[in-house]
């Protein structure tokens, strides 16, 4: 299987490839490997792929079974935390770690194996070799080239592959055999596949020298280090990620890990898509799981999972969530968002209940609910709206709600059932400059969301609105949008940086700085603006409750 025309070839993400020259000591390199998954995780890192030689060693997978080192086996035995079974490293073989996030990619964990299959596959033909998939078993064979009949026929493997996932990032990766002694590979049973016979690169490629191939590279080339840059490239090709390439010494000790880490890290910084003042921490803590369980339990979605938000660990860790009615599909399908777009399930009758009992076992003093787009209903869910505010009322009486609903198609009486219920803040956001919106809200239409917030603030309700920034945008259609917000009586408005939530979605055309969002946040105090956030992870809800307190609008518990 072919993933060619499945996977973009056109790079949209970036990411660093690090070549390590020379023979690396395992456990330290694994020790660097586990503290890059941290910082990939926290979005300290884009998408990053080691390629190294190790000393020999033999390592252990999870499931590994001792006797699959064979006795007499003088090489050192590392158990490890990957899949897959027993294998040798050595000289002459190229490693290749990919700490990847499968889930900005879209992929499963089989998936993530396949494409990583496919790159070394493309690589292989580069040298006119013909890398293949065999059925039920992972890595990549070759027919005709066992050194020895083998039971189980004429295959050698000549890449094998072992990889873990953890909070959707990817450890280990694959081993390519490229030039040098196979020798290391009698000392085990490779794979804890008896009977299986392995190859090199080297080994085929002598072999076909005096054959005329497409380019073939000469033979005595084909070492660890001129097969590297092209294994990288092809595996950019196929996850779509546009590699920046750097050079490193070997790494001997776990002092040489943390120097390569810091340096990786400097160079994201200084060059990735998400920049270094946009890190985040990993989940975690008493309070995130708590928040979690509460949801779980009611079989409720929040914005902050739906929309793959950067601060929901935060939110979540001081106890607060944004509720998310009206199913997890959305009928617009916006450039811009995460949410998928696709037909919705009815809305559920006992929805607005489950989300009162939520924000009650929470202690919610202020309470968001927003909602995917539905155009497929009658009133795009404005009863399911004031339904929800009633019952979050009944049973927190003290709390303030606040609504981040969709436009409703502009339906003016669908909009007035939800100004009935006089939430105390009414948020709708306006998401872009007017001149973006066929892009980026393509069902969606500038005038009428402006129309819709200015009927809120007539009606007396605290009217809110947001935008992102990194689309494409001008500072004058920027200041141009804030003005038509003062002028639609908005009170309250937030503006954050767009982030790219998948390969789907618009790619970030600019990342700006704190100094500019300052600078935004005091032009838009200016033109009367009475609340203003801004920031690059600011998002419709962020800090919503620290706003209601600000301005002195939530009652005392």
Same mark, same amino acid.
């Given at each position: ?7 973009? !070839?056109?790079? %949209? ?5 690090? +070549? ?17 998954h941290?910082m ?9 792929l080691?390629?190294l ?9 999870? *499931?590994? /079974? ?31 770690y990919?700490l990847?996030?499968l ?10 194996v ?14 006119? !070799?013909?890398?293949?998939?065999? $059925? ?5 064979w ?10 189980a026929?004429?295959? $050698?493997?000549?890449?094998? !592959? ?8 990817s450890l280990?990766?694959f ?24 190859? #090199?690169m080297?080994?085929?490629?002598? /072999? ?24 990288a ?24 890990a ?43 979605r929040?914005?902050?999972?739906s929309?793959?938000c ?16 009206? @199913? ?12 998928p777009?696709?037909?919705p399930?009815?809305p ?25 787009t ?9 009863? +399911?709206?004031a339904?929800? !505010?009633?019952?979050?009322?009944e ?8 609504v ?32 973006l ?9 500038y005038? /009428? ?12 309700? %605290?009217?809110k #609105?947001?935008?992102?920034?990194g ?19 908005c009170? *309250?408005?937030?503006? @954050?940086?767009?982030?790219?939530? #998948? /390969? ?5 055309? %600019?990342?700006?700085h ?36 600000? %301005? ?6």
């Amino acid at each position: 299987m072919s993933l060619a025309g499945a996977v973009p !070839i056109r790079s %949209r993400w970036d990411g660093i490839a690090v +070549h390590l020259r020379g023979a690396s000591a395992y456990v330290p390199t694994w020790h660097l490997q586990q503290r890059l998954h941290e910082m990939r995780g926290a979005l300290r890192l884009p998408d990053t792929l080691l390629l190294l030689e190790h000393r020999p060693v033999v390592t252990l997978g999870r *499931h590994a /079974r001792a006797e699959n080192v064979l006795s007499g086996c003088d090489l050192e035995v590392v158990r490890i935390d990957r899949g897959g079974d027993v294998t040798y490293h050595g000289p002459g073989q190229l490693t290749g770690y990919f700490l990847c996030d499968l889930r900005a990619h879209d992929l499963s964990v089989r998936g993530f194996v396949t494409a990583l299959e496919e790159g070394v596959i493309r690589a292989l033909a580069e040298f006119g !070799i013909a890398g293949e998939r065999r $059925a039920g078993l992972t890595g990549v064979w070759v027919r005709g080239a066992a050194s020895a009949p083998a039971p189980a026929g004429d295959w $050698a493997k000549i890449a094998a !592959i072992g990889v873990r996932v953890a909070r959707g990032v990817s450890l280990h990766g694959f081993a390519l055999n490229v030039a040098g002694p196979l020798d290391g590979f009698a000392r085990i049973v490779p794979c804890g596949l008896e009977g299986e016979a392995v190859t #090199s690169m080297e080994r085929i490629v002598v /072999r076909q020298a005096p054959e005329p191939v497409t380019a073939p590279a000469a033979p005595g080339s084909v070492a660890p280090g001129s097969v590297a840059p092209g294994v990288a490239r092809h595996l950019g090709e196929v996850f779509g990620v546009e590699f920046r390439w750097l050079e490193s010494p070997p790494v001997h000790n776990d002092a040489g890990a943390d120097r390569l880490a810091e340096r990786i890290e400097v160079a994201a910084a200084h060059g990735g898509r998400r920049p270094s003042w946009l890190l985040t921490r990993l989940p975690g803590g008493e309070c995130y799981a708590t928040v979690r369980q509460v949801l779980r339990e009611g079989k409720l979605r929040t914005v902050c999972e739906s929309a793959r938000c950067p601060n929901a660990h935060e939110c979540w860790n001081a106890g607060t969530a944004t509720f998310l009615i009206l @199913g997890g599909a959305c009928t617009r399908g916006c450039h811009f968002c995460a949410v998928p777009s696709c037909p919705p399930e009815p809305p559920d009758p006992a929805e607005p209940a489950a989300v009162a009992l939520a924000a009650s076992k929470l202690g919610l003093r202020h309470v968001v609910v927003t909602s995917v787009t539905r155009d497929d209903l009658p009133d795009g869910g404005a009863a +399911h709206f004031a339904a929800t !505010i009633r019952a979050v009322r009944e049973v927190l009486g003290s709390a303030t709600v606040e609504v981040l609903i969709p436009d409703f198609g502009g339906d003016p009486d669908a909009l007035d059932r939800v100004l009935a219920e006089h939430p105390e803040v009414l948020n709708h956001n306006v998401e872009t400059v007017v001149r973006l919106y066929p892009r980026v809200r393509p069902g969606a239409d500038y005038r /009428r969301s402006l129309a819709l917030l200015r009927r809120a603030s007539n009606a007396g309700l %605290r009217a809110k #609105s947001g935008l992102m920034i990194g689309l494409g945008e001008s500072p004058v259609e920027v200041r141009e949008l804030l003005r038509d917000l003062r002028d639609a009586g908005c009170a *309250h408005v937030t503006i @954050g940086q767009y982030l790219q939530p #998948s /390969r789907r979605n618009l790619t970030v055309k %600019r990342y700006y700085h704190d100094a500019e969002f300052a600078e935004l946040k005091a032009r838009a105090l200016e033109l009367g603006i009475a609340h203003v956030d801004a920031g690059p992870r600011v998002r419709s809800s962020y800090h919503a409750e620290r706003a209601m307190e600000a %301005r002195g609008a939530t009652p005392a518990p």
